[in-house]
């Protein structure tokens, strides 16, 4: 239960597009389309953006958009805007009733 | 609408116990496996425990495994996780949270609870 690997932090200027990597194994990321993406403000409770590796919830903008290769998923942020600075979270099922997040990556909107 | 209330947060010593609870309101809690998170003050999430809709499995984290039980009553609504042998390590906000049924993920969470460790 390896915490997956993300980037700590990642800047960028408004409109411009940003993209997050989660990097896990063979056991995880690599084997399961489970692979989900929280978006947390300080202070708040995290909020669901992707899930099963692409798909957007009810009112999650369309800027947002997810994939993965091999054992590294990615979070796309298109068309960046002031309210896209948080933190966001890379999750994983990673079998036997267990699930592994990613440590984390703080979007700065320069 | 749909709402996590978790309660039972506080300040304890290391190596005692504490019952956290969680009220689920808005949606049919007993057709829902239920998941805690728990947030370490400055960073990251970590999953710690799922319980299936019925409540007749649950498995946890490597870290808190023979420490931490988690538990439900459908009847009430209401989602448990009882934590003993507490260390500095435990201390974090804890967040309830609903599983986005089939998709082994979670769909709403709580605002969560602060459970702070300190002698």
């Known amino acids: 239960q390896s915490a997956l690997t993300q980037p700590r932090s990642l800047s960028e200027s408004p409109g411009q597009s940003v993209t997050i990597s989660c990097t896990g194994t063979s056991s995880d990321v690599g084997y399961y389309d489970f692979v989900s993406w929280y978006q947390q403000h300080p202070g708040k409770a995290p909020k669901l953006m992707i899930y099963?590796?692409?798909n957007r919830p009810s009112g999650v903008p369309d800027r947002f958009s997810g994939s993965k290769s091999g054992n590294t998923a990615s979070l796309t942020i298109s068309g960046l805007q002031a309210e896209d600075e948080a933190d966001y979270y890379c999750f994983s099922y990673a079998g036997s009733h267990t699930w592994v997040f990613g440590g984390g990556t703080k979007v700065t909107v320069l | 609408q749909v709402q996590l209330v978790e309660s039972g947060g506080g300040v304890v010593q290391p190596g005692r116990s504490l019952r956290l609870s969680c009220a689920a309101s808005?949606?049919?809690?007993?057709?829902?496996?239920m998941h805690w998170v728990r947030q370490a003050p400055g960073k990251g999430l970590e999953w710690v425990a799922i319980?299936?809709?019925?409540?007749?499995?649950?498995d946890y984290a490597n870290t808190v495994k023979g420490r931490f039980a988690i538990s439900r009553d459908n009847s009430k609504n209401t989602l448990s996780l009882q934590m003993n042998s507490l260390t500095i390590e435990d201390m974090a906000v804890y967040y309830c949270a609903r599983d986005l049924s089939g998709r082994f993920t979670i769909d709403v969470w709580g605002q969560g609870t602060l459970v702070t460790v300190s002698s």
């Open positions: 099963d590796v692409g």
């Open positions: 808005g949606f049919t809690f007993s057709s829902y496996a």
């Open positions: 319980i299936t809709y019925d409540g007749r499995n649950d």
